[in-house]
């Protein structure tokens, strides 16, 4: 069934089980899960990927079944959905596993979509849709936030910062709380004060990002990816980056073939690597060979074609390829 988001405060969802969360409001998707659904589910909350699911189906579902004495009740958080997951929900639902709860969280989904429409049309599911915000609810939202707080802020400034937030309200409570923090030992806030604390949403940690997928740091790529909100062009540079690393990672090998001591080839490659990632390359170096950097070189070639001609599907393509190679 199909429920309005601001409806289900309203609704008595106590019994229902699996839940749709759809559009690009992910900040407003967010904010419902963790203040009205999570209160209500399971008390054990365990976040997967799709891509991480399909490349180990089994596993998933062994998870499902198996219980502890200390999360006898699970609550199932899958992100980025797409209709490659509709049979696994069929499963689960017929399977009738008690003590299960499943949020499901896509991006925009079409009205063609499988998983979209299955959703809408059974009764014992829940299918939420989520738009994005506009410039008048941010700003409102920003109002509420200085007001409840005692901040003095003009209204100008509040403009300024809903701006700046490029209508993405993860965004602005993040600039909010800068704000909150910086107003404890300034009273009056000015037009520099906000220029200077508040960053412009494009701030993304893309190398964070691709640096971890080439360690396998699993953990730190998944809660990256849940922190932002990557969009179409954001592909593009997210495998820019990928290549640029990469050729870095070549470079390297055959440093190491003559020098044979990783601390050394790091320490004297040009351009420097920063102190900071000189842990990480160390891992990304015995992690990839130089084959696998060779062919993962080519492959990430193929993927920046196919995403400048399917931009439409960039992100889960470009999400699917970061999970991939990392599991």
């Given at each position: 069934?199909?429920?309005?988001y601001?409806?289900i405060?309203?609704?008595?969802?106590?019994?229902?089980?699996?839940?749709?969360?759809?559009?690009?409001?992910e900040?407003?998707?967010?904010?419902?899960i963790?203040e009205?659904?999570?209160?209500?589910?399971?008390?054990s909350?365990?976040?997967?990927?799709?891509?991480?699911?399909?490349?180990?189906?089994?596993?998933?579902n062994?998870?499902?079944?198996?219980?502890?004495?200390?999360?006898?009740?699970?609550?199932?958080?899958?992100?980025?959905?797409?209709?490659?997951?509709?049979?696994?929900?069929?499963?689960i639902?017929s399977?009738?596993?008690?003590?299960?709860?499943?949020?499901?969280?896509?991006?925009?989904?079409?009205?063609?979509?499988?998983?979209?429409?299955?959703?809408?049309?059974?009764?014992?599911?829940?299918?939420v849709?989520?738009?994005?915000?506009?410039?008048?609810?941010?700003?409102?939202l920003?109002?509420?936030?200085?007001?409840d707080?005692?901040?003095?802020?003009?209204?100008?400034?509040?403009?300024?910062?809903?701006?700046r937030?490029?209508g993405?309200?993860i965004?602005l409570?993040n600039?909010?709380?800068?704000?909150?923090s910086?107003?404890?030992?300034?009273?009056?806030?000015n037009?520099?004060?906000?220029?200077?604390?508040?960053?412009?949403?494009?701030?993304?940690?893309?190398?964070d990002?691709?640096d971890?997928?080439?360690?396998?740091?699993?953990?730190?790529?998944?809660?990256?990816?849940?922190?932002?909100?990557?969009?179409?062009?954001?592909?593009?540079l997210?495998?820019?980056?990928?290549?640029?690393?990469l050729?870095?990672?070549?470079?390297?090998?055959?440093e190491?073939?003559?020098?044979?001591?990783?601390?050394?080839?790091?320490?004297?490659?040009?351009?420097?690597?920063?102190?900071?990632?000189?842990?990480?390359?160390?891992?990304?170096?015995k992690?990839?060979?130089?084959?696998?950097t060779?062919?993962?070189?080519?492959?990430?070639?193929?993927l920046?074609?196919l995403?400048?001609?399917?931009p439409?599907?960039?992100?889960?393509?470009?999400?699917?390829?970061?999970?991939?190679?990392?599991?």
């Amino acid at each position: 069934m199909i429920i309005k988001y601001f409806e289900i405060k309203k609704k008595n969802l106590s019994k229902n089980n699996f839940f749709l969360l759809y559009g690009n409001n992910e900040g407003l998707i967010n904010t419902t899960i963790n203040e009205i659904l999570k209160p209500i589910l399971a008390k054990s909350v365990f976040n997967y990927e799709e891509a991480e699911i399909l490349k180990d189906i089994d596993g998933f579902n062994e998870n499902l079944v198996n219980k502890s004495f200390f999360d006898n009740e699970k609550l199932i958080i899958v992100n980025r959905i797409s209709d490659k997951f509709l049979n696994i929900v069929k499963e689960i639902i017929s399977k009738n596993i008690k003590d299960i709860s499943l949020i499901l969280i896509a991006s925009s989904l079409d009205k063609k979509s499988k998983i979209r429409n299955f959703f809408e049309k059974e009764s014992n599911t829940v299918c939420v849709p989520f738009y994005e915000d506009n410039l008048q609810t941010l700003s409102l939202l920003a109002q509420n936030f200085v007001k409840d707080r005692n901040i003095k802020i003009s209204q100008q400034l509040i403009n300024i910062i809903v701006e700046r937030a490029s209508g993405d309200r993860i965004n602005l409570k993040n600039e909010l709380q800068k704000i909150e923090s910086f107003s404890k030992n300034k009273k009056d806030i000015n037009i520099n004060d906000i220029l200077k604390i508040t960053n412009l949403s494009e701030n993304y940690d893309i190398s964070d990002l691709v640096d971890s997928c080439l360690s396998k740091n699993k953990k730190r790529i998944i809660k990256i990816l849940n922190e932002n909100n990557f969009s179409s062009e954001d592909c593009i540079l997210i495998l820019r980056v990928f290549l640029s690393k990469l050729k870095r990672l070549i470079k390297l090998h055959l440093e190491l073939a003559n020098k044979k001591n990783i601390d050394t080839v790091i320490s004297s490659h040009k351009p420097p690597i920063f102190w900071k990632e000189k842990e990480s390359v160390k891992q990304q170096v015995k992690m990839l060979n130089y084959n696998d950097t060779r062919d993962l070189i080519l492959k990430t070639n193929e993927l920046e074609l196919l995403v400048k001609k399917n931009p439409q599907l960039s992100i889960n393509i470009t999400t699917d390829f970061i999970i991939g190679h990392t599991v």
